[in-house]
């Protein structure tokens, strides 16, 4: 099998050749964009003082400046995101700088029901905040299939008016990103000689190439038929929401043996970077040493050698075997209309999957100590009014899961878990 990488885009570096990018340092470039794209899913946040959560915008400020002075110009982010707030945090950092130094992905966010006025106003707002009056990639935010996409935007007269700004300059690329099943993506490529797709964004990771899952559709399928129609590929969840970055210690550990100075991380973002039709892979980089972690695999980018690939398709299988939920931490099903904190509650399993201290029993060694430990730990993680007993099963959640998990299930599930200990 021939290395899917990027030609010559890079020496083999080996590994880690520095612990922080040297100034001056670039990514490598495709045309008209960066190799690494900023999510700006995540950004970091403090307490409001009201119970809630708000967007550190100095943090905002300094991470996008360091970004943009390595390379990084593509920025994705959404109307949603941060419950409204990304695009006026991503603006206020973005417009700093000179229009012509980044380039802007966002999205029409309509989930529930898409009304033609709201999708207007959606757009133009965009536009007002970025002080802008072009988007450079406006995406159909998560469509999951033809039925929905025809109902939707077609009957509304949304993607008419899309078409027209794009026609007039004000949307340079128009696409979609995607969650959903094969025929649902099938029927969408469909419609490409009909509307042109200027690209299309999917989840592919390591992990989703060839085993997604429920109803999502393997991203081996997904990129080979994007690759044969020449619509280029934009990636999220690189990293899984975080699952890649951190997994159960015997598996680190086969990656540790064959580079013992990269991070596990980078395992996941080299398998992005190494397909030749991927425009932009997107990082949701909240913290600065994530960032710089970024930095060092993109500056002098090694596309995964054929063995690498086999191995990481290796661990992918192995990753079967833990009972892990597969949620990326999108929230896209919050609120809880009950209070449940969901994505916390699936961190906090998750990571008990990933120390290896999910299977706990009578029979277990030091039970009684770890048992304890344990129940401190969620206490901490989960306040006690955001906890899995408090879901009573309404499902509204389901259909707003991109992953398609069937969520009440794995609550419930979790809720015996805790229960089991609690009266242990």
Known sequence: MATLGLGAAAACTGGRKAEKPIEGQVI???????????????????????????????????????ALAHGINYFDTSPVYHDGDSER?????????????????????????????AAVAMFRRSLELFQTDYIDYYLLHALMDGASFEEHF????????????????RIRKLGFSFHGSREGFD????????????????????????????????????????????????????????????????????????RPEASVASWAFRFAGSFPKVLAVLSGMTYREHLEDNLLTYIDFEPLSDDEFALLEEIAEQIGAYPKIRCTGCRYCMPCPYGIDIPGL?????????????????????????????????????????????????????SLCPQHIPIPGEIRRIDRLIETLRQA
Request: net charge negative; with cysteine.
């Open 28 to 66: 490598r470039h495709y045309p008209g964009t960066g190799l690494l794209g900023y999510g700006c899913m995540r950004w970091p946040e403090e307490d409001d003082g009201k119970g809630g959560k708000r967007i550190i915008q100095e943090e905002v400020n300094r991470l996008v400046d360091e």
């Open 89 to 117: 945090a991503t603006a206020e950092a973005l417009c700093r700088h000179p229009r012509e130094t980044w380039q802007l992905a966002t999205k029409l966010s309509l989930f529930r029901k898409v009304d033609y006025d």
């Open 154 to 169: 077609v009957k509304t007269g949304v993607l008419d008016f899309l078409l027209a700004e794009r026609e007039a300059g």
């Open 187 to 258: 029927a969408l490529l469909a419609q490409h000689g009909k509307y042109h797709w200027d690209f299309v964004q999917i989840q592919m990771n390591y992990l989703d190439w060839k085993h997604a899952g429920g109803r999502n559709t393997n991203a081996d399928y997904m990129y080979a038929a994007l690759a044969a129609l020449d619509i280029p590929v934009v990636i999220m969840e690189p990293l899984r929401g975080g699952d890649l970055a951190t997994l159960p210690a015997s598996l680190e550990d086969r990656l540790k043996a064959h």
């Open 346 to 398: 699936f961190k906090f399993y998750n990571s008990t999957v990933d120390n290896d201290t999910y299977l706990i029993t009578p029979e277990q060694k030091d039970f009684e100590r770890a048992r304890r430990r344990y129940m401190a730990a969620y206490d901490k993680a989960v306040q006690s009014a955001a906890q899995a007993d408090r879901c009573i099963g309404c499902a509204q959640c389901v």
